[in-house]
């Protein structure tokens, strides 16, 4: 079985089986998987919405924010012709992270605002998320079977060198993912 390290900004959707691994802190990873067609996705955000990056981005990457990303998956599953009802969808991710705007002295909790950002589109879109766990000060490693929909989830201690030693070295691994669609833009203009 292939295993791909998914980093931040990207997400996978395939109909292959596939071992992905994630890990979060404040960024929330969306799981979709249709049982019937055995086809999963996940995404890995960094931030709710467009609306708070700083970047002036002719074609900004849609899979580095929730609603974006979020919105792309189900865009490439609703034209293979699935239903919603089918869907399974899980959300991970969002520990509390305080994100602060230089320019207003606004602060927020980015890793709420994530997952609540998730959570707003899954209930707008009339989806039922099967499984979350968000929230918390903990980052999360994420074990994520395509073929199954199966998401392992492990909690990450804040003194976790080791894990961090290992997010490094998965980040430098090359790409042995040929049967997966890896997505940096809107899925549809892959």
């Not at 990207?10 to 019937?36: H, M, N, R, W, Y």
């Not at 000060?137 to 030693?165: C, H, M, N, P, W």
């Amino acid at each position: 079985m292939q295993s791909v390290f998914l980093k931040t900004g990207e997400s996978i959707v395939t109909a292959e089986e596939i071992k992905v691994i994630t890990i979060l802190g404040s960024c929330v990873s969306v799981v979709i998987f249709d049982p019937i067609l055995k086809m999963g996705a996940i995404s890995h955000a960094l931030l709710p919405d467009s609306s708070f990056s700083a970047r002036t981005e002719t074609k900004p990457n849609p899979m580095q924010y929730v609603e974006e990303g979020f919105y792309a998956l189900l865009d490439y599953f609703y034209k293979k012709g699935i239903k919603k009802w089918r869907l399974e969808v899980k959300i991970f991710g969002g520990a509390k992270v305080n994100y602060c705007d230089q320019n207003t002295d606004y602060c927020t909790n980015i890793g709420e605002q994530n997952y609540l950002k998730a959570l707003e589109v899954a209930e707008r879109e009339g989806l039922k998320v099967l499984a979350k766990d968000i929230g918390g000060d903990r980052g999360r490693k994420l074990v994520f079977y395509t073929a199954q929909g199966v998401v392992y989830r492990k909690i990450v201690s804040d003194k976790s060198k080791e894990l961090k030693q290992q997010a490094e070295v998965l980040a430098n691994v090359e790409d042995p993912c040929v049967s997966c669609r890896r997505f940096r833009k809107h899925p549809s203009n892959a």
